[in-house]
């Protein structure tokens, strides 16, 4: 069973910066791209950015050009880096790993909170 296992949220100023983790079980290169979501209460999860096997990178509209996607010089680990943070950016956010085939994989989240 695959295991995603995210770290480093947490509570930051507005303007601050934070560097969230997802440990994976498994290579991600056996995954075809790996991703960041997060879902805030009363909202639908969304997409906030991806990393395609090959490298390419997507980035939600909302945090382009604060926000960035990369994969660690270990095998197994993505980060996501996230500067500029707003009050609207606090959510649970989750680290995400899809297959060619079958459902994704999920982690259980890490919260992070943007407030003053």
């Known amino acids: 069973q695959v295991q995603l296992v995210e770290s480093g949220g947490g509570l930051v100023q507005p303007g601050g910066s934070l560097r969230l983790s997802c440990v994976a079980s498994?290579?991600?290169?056996?995954?075809?791209?790996m991703g960041w979501y997060r879902q805030a209460p009363g909202k639908q999860r969304e997409l906030v950015a991806r990393?395609?096997?090959?490298?390419?990178?997507n980035y939600a509209d909302f945090v382009k050009g604060r926000f960035t996607i990369s994969r660690g010089n270990v095998k197994n680990t993505v980060y996501l880096q996230m500067d500029s943070l707003k009050p609207e950016d606090t959510a649970l956010y989750y680290c995400?790993?899809?297959?060619?085939?079958?459902?994704?994989?999920w982690g259980q989240g890490t919260q992070v909170t943007v407030s003053s």
């Open positions: 498994e290579s991600i290169f056996s995954f075809v791209a």
């Open positions: 990393i395609s096997r090959g490298g390419d990178t």
């Open positions: 995400n790993g899809e297959r060619s085939i079958g459902f994704p994989y």
